[in-house]
C-alpha cells in the first residue's frame, strides 16, 4: 500500500499568515493527490484535485503544488474560517489512502 | 443539487452484521464510481471501498476484505455496505461519497454526513 504522511500533524497560525502543509507519499503517484478540509462533525470537502486543481467553489487562497512524491497546500492568506483538519489522499493506486492530518487551528 | 444521505448504522455487537445504504440524489447515479470511506472517532479518514458504475469492478482496503460487501442498485439510485463479522475497530462513521471520474487520478467531490456504527458488547 501507498502511505501518505502530513507535516505537521498541527499548527497555530494568525490571521493574514501564509500557511504551508506538505504530503509525502511512499513512492511515486504523478499528480494523483488531492487534499481535504474537515471541520468538527462535518464531512470532509474537496479543495484540490490532480495536485493542483482548485475544486469550484473553493477560495483562491487555497492552492496545491507537487508531482511524484512531494505535495504542498498553500493557504495564501489565511481566514477565520480556515480553522480544522486538512487531509491529503492518492489515488494513484486503486486502493486509495490518506495522511493523517493536520489539524489547524487560528491563533 | 448533489444530495448523498446514509442510513443503517447504529450499535452491534461483535461479530454481528448491519448494513448501510447511502440514497443519491442530484445526478446520474448510473453514471458515477461510488465509495464508502470511514472515520473512527477523533481519528483519521480511511478509505473502505470503491464500486463502479456497473458494479463489475469493486475494492477493498485490505482490513475489511472478505466482511464488507459493497453494492449498488442504480435503478434505485442506491449504494450499500453489507459489513459481516463487525469487529470493535470498525467503530465509525461512515460516509458514501462519489468519484467524478474512473478510479485512477479520482477525487471524492461530494460527500454524505455520515451514519455511526458503533461495534460493541
Known amino acids: 500500500d501507498i502511505q501518505m504522511t502530513q507535516s505537521p500533524s498541527s499548527l497555530s497560525a494568525s490571521v493574514g499568515d501564509r500557511v504551508t502543509i506538505t504530503c509525502r507519499a511512499s513512492?511515486?503517484?504523478?499528480?494523483?493527490l488531492n487534499w481535504y478540509q474537515q471541520k468538527p462533525g462535518k464531512a470532509p470537502k474537496l479543495l484540490i484535485y490532480?495536485?493542483?486543481s482548485l475544486q469550484s467553489g473553493v477560495p483562491s487562497r487555497f492552492s496545491g503544488s507537487g508531482s511524484g512524491t512531494d505535495f504542498t497546500l498553500t493557504i495564501s492568506s489565511l481566514q477565520p474560517e480556515d480553522f480544522g483538519t486538512y487531509y491529503c489522499q492518492q489515488s494513484y493506486s486503486t486502493l486509495y489512502t490518506f495522511g493523517q492530518g493536520t489539524k489547524l487551528e487560528i491563533k | 443539487e448533489v444530495q448523498l444521505v446514509e442510513s443503517g448504522g447504529g450499535l452491534v455487537q461483535p461479530g454481528g452484521s448491519l448494513r448501510l445504504s447511502c440514497a443519491a440524489s442530484g445526478f446520474t447515479f448510473s453514471s458515477y464510481w461510488m465509495s464508502w470511506v470511514r472515520q473512527a472517532p477523533g481519528k483519521g479518514l480511511e478509505w473502505v471501498a470503491n464500486i463502479k458504475q456497473d458494479g463489475s469492478e469493486k475494492y477493498y482496503v485490505d482490513s475489511v476484505k472478505g466482511r464488507f460487501t459493497i453494492s449498488r442498485d442504480n435503478a434505485k439510485n442506491s449504494l450499500f455496505l453489507q459489513m459481516n463479522s463487525l469487529r470493535v475497530e470498525d467503530t465509525a462513521v461512515y460516509y458514501c461519497a462519489r468519484l467524478p471520474t474512473p478510479v485512477t487520478g479520482a477525487n471524492f467531490d461530494y460527500w454524505g454526513q455520515g451514519t455511526l456504527v458503533t461495534v460493541s458488547s
Open positions: 490532480a495536485a493542483s
Open positions: 513512492q511515486r503517484i504523478s499528480s494523483h
